[in-house]
């Protein structure tokens, strides 16, 4: 694993400042990260702001053991790997990273604009990129889980060994549940899926790999109880049948979240669905602000990691002629003259 002290400068977290840079990139995803190397590329002093404590965005919160398979160039990478890829790449560039702080502000100024966080610091950007992924992300209840969550429950799976040898059920019909069985199925006791509908909304290949798994799917089912102290047992009753209690030291609710942009919806873009208008150059409505990955939309628009890179090298490289107009748009391989 890369360590994040040493392979990237960070400035300390509660400290106030006002510092400048040729670009701010808001978002601490992949493909934030990889418009951070991609930057530094084209020689621009960078700064990575994101609200969450680690870099990776979702990845890191919400999937770090996961494989991702859709990534050019790995069969199968885990998310956690990749990130640290990501980060290990950038950091030969050396951006500085605001983590746990909030974007809140933007205005313009005469040379640029002037983004000011949630703990007072201010940053004055030539330009900015946002890569915000799908915004901040709330996990929906499980009902009958008020007051477990730390105490058996959780919405996510950052570590997997935390779960080797327990009684697992997971609450949910979506890809992050059927993920999560593929993940802890080698290592848990057991593992159960209980989902309220008989359709699930996973992908068809990864339902398949579960049931030939073994693992029990419970559909048509509501979770009633969860009990024990520590947690030992869940009751779970199915649609016209008799309630039945399964043992359970983890129950993973993974019903979704909801998600919104905070306070860049108030910084007059051009907004669709939580998704920030772009033009081919990725650029904004407003004067020097980009958007990549999945907060960008425009027309026939594929929410995909391999997108997003995509997007972070155009964005950047347009960035680049916007700052100097005697820039080339196209700057050319970062393999050549090696």
């Known amino acids: 694993m890369v360590d994040h002290s040493t392979a990237t400068h960070h400035w300390q977290k509660g400290t106030l400042m006002e510092r400048d840079v040729d670009l701010l990139i808001v978002g601490a995803g992949p493909t934030g990260l990889f418009a951070a190397y991609y930057a530094g590329f084209r020689e621009m002093n960078v700064a990575v702001v994101d609200a969450l404590p680690e870099p990776g965005g979702q990845v890191t919160a919400m999937y770090p053991e996961k494989m991702i398979f859709d990534v050019a160039g790995f069969p199968a990478v885990r998310g956690r790997d990749l990130v640290n890829g990501l980060v290990e790449q950038a950091a030969q560039f050396k951006p500085a990273y605001l983590l746990g702080r909030q974007a809140r502000t933007c205005e313009s100024t005469e040379d640029g604009l002037r983004v000011g966080l949630a703990d007072g610091s201010v940053i004055n950007a030539k330009a900015v990129l946002i890569t915000a992924g799908m915004g901040e992300f709330n996990p929906r209840p499980l009902p009958a889980g008020d007051g477990w ?190």
């Open 149 to 338: 969550l730390g105490r058996g429950m959780v919405h996510f799976v950052p570590v997997l060994a935390e779960h080797a040898g327990q009684h697992v059920v997971i609450v949910g019909g979506g890809d992050s549940a059927f993920d999560w069985a593929l993940a802890l199925h080698p290592i848990a006791a057991s593992v159960k899926i209980v989902h309220r509908r008989a359709n699930f909304r996973a992908h068809a290949a990864t339902v398949r790999q579960v049931r030939e798994l073994g693992v029990e799917i419970i559909t048509d089912a509501e979770v009633l109880a969860l009990r024990g102290e520590p947690l030992s047992e869940v009751d779970v009753k199915v649609k016209g049948g008799d309630a039945r209690t399964l043992p359970a030291q983890t129950v993973v609710a993974a019903l979704g979240f909801t998600a919104d942009l905070g306070p860049i919806e108030s910084w007059g873009l051009e907004l669709d669905h939580r998704a920030v208008l772009v033009d081919t150059t990725m650029k904004t409505k407003l004067d020097r602000i980009y958007a990549a990955g999945d907060v960008a939309q425009y027309p026939g628009k594929v929410k995909l990691i391999a997108t997003g890179f995509g997007e972070a090298a155009t964005a950047v490289n347009n960035i680049a002629v916007a700052l100097n107009p005697s820039a080339h748009l196209f700057p050319g391989h970062s393999s050549d003259g090696t």
